[in-house]
C-alpha cells in the first residue's frame, strides 16, 4: 500500500481543511432542513475534534452510545432464528433510513477527526441497507457479530479487535486494515491486490466507487477509491474460497503450511508429543478417521483429521496409515481457529465431497466447529488393550504413548475449545438467557445463507438506499423483474447483484426525501454500464 509522504505541517493543513469543508457542508445541509437521518448520523462523529487513534478501537470519532465492540451481548448469535420456534415475537422496528449522502458524509465526519497515518489504514463497514430494510433487534445483532467473528477469523496479528461502532444505532462502523493484517499484499489466482480490503471488494458485488463533494473527501483521506463496503457482503466473500485462504495467509500445500506455523508431524510422532485419537466411521465423514493433537506455540495448537484410504483402519494399524484427504483447525496468533482442506497429495482444496455433503471452507468448518475442536472418542487404545493383535511390546508402548486415555483425552478438548471461547469473547461474542435463546448458530453462516436467499422489496430498497417513493420514480428505467417488486415477491440474489449497479446508477440520481443527490456512483463506470460494447460474434461467421 502507498504511504502518505504528507509532513507533519501538510497534514495539519490537510485536517483543518477537511474539518473546515465539513463544517461548510453541513451549514448548507441544515439550510435545506438538517434531516434527521443526517443529523443522527454526524451529531456523534462530529463531536470528536482530537481522535488520531491509529486503532479501530481507539477514541477517535466515537460517541457515548457508540462503543468499541459490537455491542452484542444482548442476544445470541441464533436467537433471531430460534426465538420464531419459542413463541418470541420479532419486535417492531423503529423506521430508519440512510441515505448514501447522509452514510458518506457521517464516515467523513470520523476519517477527519483521524491522523492522516491512521486515515489510510482506516476503511468502514455498514449496516445501514439491512436496518433500513427494516431488520432490527436480535437479527441485525447477529450480523454485527458476524461482521466481527469474521474480521478476527481471518487475522494474522496476536490481538483480537473488534470493529468500532460509530452511531448510536450501530450500522456503521470503523476498522483498522493493521487490526487484522489486512494492509499486507494479498494474491489470489495470480491477481496481485494491494492489501485484503482490495481483494475483498474485488469480490463483492455491491462494491461502487462514489463520487461527489464528500465521497472524493472520504477516498483522499483513505487514499482508496472504496473506503466502504456493506458488511454482510464482506463476511459472504472473505469466508470461504480462495479469498479466505489468502486472508489467513494459507499456503497452497499442508506441508507448507506446517512448516509456515511450524509444526514437524513426524517429530512429534516420533518424540510422543502428540495425542492421538482413532475411531472407525466418524459421524462427520463415515470413514475411518485419526485424529491428531500437535502444540506448536504459547496457546496455540494444531489438530488434524485424517480421513484413511481404504482399507485403513486405525483398530487393527493405528501406527501406520494413508490420508485420502486432512481437514486442518489451528489456532491463528489470536487464537481464533482457522481452518484447511487437503487431498491425498497433500494440496490446498476449496470443496470436499465428504459424508454424502459438500464441505466448503471455511463457512461449512465454522458452521460446525461452534467451540473450536470437536471432541472425539478414541476407539484404539480400549481395542488394543483387549487383543492387542499382532502389536509388538514396543509397538503396543507407542500405540499407548500416542493415544491418550480418554480423560486425557477429554482435558485436551476442554482447555483448547477453553482458548477458543476466551478469543471468542474478547472479539464481543455475545451471550443469552431466557426462553428466546436457542442453541447457538454460527453467526457468519447464519449472514451468508441469509445473503443467498431472494431479496424482498424491502430489502431491495435497503441495499440501493432508496425510498419506496423514488424507486417508484425510476421504476420505468428499471429491469422489469426488479420494478415488478413493487407488486410483491422476490428476487434471487444472483439475478439482483447482475442489475445492481445499473439500478443505483437509474436511482442515484433521482432525488430522495424531497433531495437531490450529491454523491452518486461513479459517472465512467455508469456510462459504461448504460452503452455496453458489443458481443463479438459467434458461430460460423464469426472472425
Request: glycine share 8%; charged share 15%.
Amino acid at each position: 500500500m502507498s504511504q502518505r509522504t504528507d509532513s507533519p505541517p501538510a497534514r495539519s493543513w490537510h485536517r483543518f481543511r477537511g474539518l473546515t469543508t465539513l463544517s461548510c457542508i453541513l451549514a448548507v445541509w441544515c439550510a435545506l432542513g438538517c434531516l434527521p437521518e443526517l443529523r443522527e448520523a454526524t451529531a456523534s462523529v462530529t463531536q470528536a475534534g482530537g481522535g488520531g487513534s491509529s486503532s479501530s478501537t481507539g477514541s477517535g470519532g466515537g460517541a457515548p452510545e457508540a462503543g468499541a465492540t459490537p455491542n452484542v451481548s444482548s442476544a445470541d448469535a441464533g436467537a433471531a432464528e430460534a426465538g420464531a420456534d419459542a413463541g418470541c415475537p420479532a419486535p417492531a422496528c423503529p423506521p430508519f433510513f440512510l441515505s448514501f449522502d447522509a452514510a458518506i458524509l457521517a464516515l467523513l465526519a470520523d476519517s477527519i477527526t483521524l491522523d492522516a497515518d491512521a486515515a489510510i489504514y482506516t476503511r468502514y463497514l455498514v449496516l445501514t441497507h439491512r436496518r433500513s430494510a427494516g431488520v432490527c433487534g436480535d437479527a441485525l445483532e447477529a450480523e454485527r457479530w458476524s461482521m466481527s467473528k469474521l474480521l478476527n477469523s481471518t487475522s494474522t496479528v496476536f490481538e483480537v479487535k473488534p470493529p468500532y461502532a460509530l452511531d448510536p444505532e450501530r450500522t456503521l462502523y470503523r476498522i483498522d486494515l493493521r487490526d487484522y493484517g489486512w494492509d499486507r499484499p494479498v494474491n489470489i489466482g495470480g491477481v496481485a491486490y494491494t492489501d485484503g480490503w482490495e481483494a475483498v471488494a474485488a469480490l463483492v458485488a455491491f462494491a461502487l466507487p462514489f463520487t461527489g463533494p464528500q465521497a472524493d473527501l472520504l477516498k483522499e483521506n483513505t487514499f482508496t477509491t472504496l473506503p466502504f463496503l456493506p458488511a454482510d457482503g464482506v463476511v459472504k466473500a472473505a469466508s470461504s474460497g480462495e479469498l479466505y485462504y489468502a486472508l489467513t495467509g494459507a499456503p497452497a500445500t499442508l506441508s507448507q503450511l506446517l512448516t509456515a506455523l511450524p509444526v514437524d508431524v513426524q517429530a512429534d510422532v516420533a518424540q510422543r508429543t502428540t495425542v492421538r485419537a482413532g475411531l472407525r466411521a466418524s459421524g462427520e465423514s463415515g470413514l475411518n478417521r485419526v485424529v491428531e493433537r500437535h502444540p506448536f506455540a504459547a496457546g496455540r495448537v494444531y489438530w488434524q483429521a485424517s480421513d484413511l484410504a481404504a482399507p485403513g483402519d486405525p483398530l487393527t494399524d493405528p501406527l501406520a496409515f494413508t490420508a485420502a484427504n486432512t481437514l486442518a483447525v489451528y489456532g491463528l496468533p489470536n487464537r481464533l481457529p482457522a481452518f484447511y482442506i487437503a487431498d491425498a497429495a497433500g494440496n490446498r482444496q476449496n470443496q470436499l465431497s465428504l459424508g454424502g455433503r459438500v464441505l466448503e471452507n471455511a463457512i461449512s468448518c465454522l458452521g460446525c466447529h461452534l467451540e473450536g475442536v470437536l471432541p472425539a472418542v478414541d476407539q484404539v487404545r480400549p481395542a488394543v488393550a483387549s487383543d492387542p493383535g499382532n502389536l509388538s511390546s514396543d509397538e503396543l508402548r507407542r500405540v499407548n504413548d500416542l493415544y491418550a486415555p480418554a480423560d486425557q483425552l477429554a482435558e485436551f478438548f476442554e482447555t483448547d475449545r477453553t482458548t477458543y471461547s476466551s478469543a471468542l469473547t474478547a472479539a464481543g461474542a455475545p451471550t443469552c438467557s431466557g426462553v428466546c435463546c436457542g442453541p447457538a448458530i454460527d453467526p457468519i453462516s447464519v449472514t451468508a445463507k441469509r445473503f443467498d436467499s431472494d431479496l424482498s422489496f424491502a430489502d431491495v430498497l435497503g441495499d440501493l438506499a432508496t425510498t419506496a417513493e423514488t424507486f417508484a420514480a425510476g421504476a420505468y428505467l428499471l429491469d422489469p423483474e426488479l420494478a415488478a417488486l413493487q407488486s410483491g415477491g422476490t428476487i434471487s440474489r444472483t439475478k439482483f447483484s447482475e442489475l445492481y449497479a445499473l439500478s443505483l446508477c437509474v436511482l442515484a440520481t433521482l432525488p430522495v426525501q424531497g433531495l437531490v443527490p450529491r454523491n452518486i456512483p461513479d459517472a465512467a463506470l455508469c456510462d459504461a454500464l448504460r452503452n455496453p460494447p458489443p458481443s463479438p460474434p459467434s458461430g460460423p461467421d464469426a472472425g
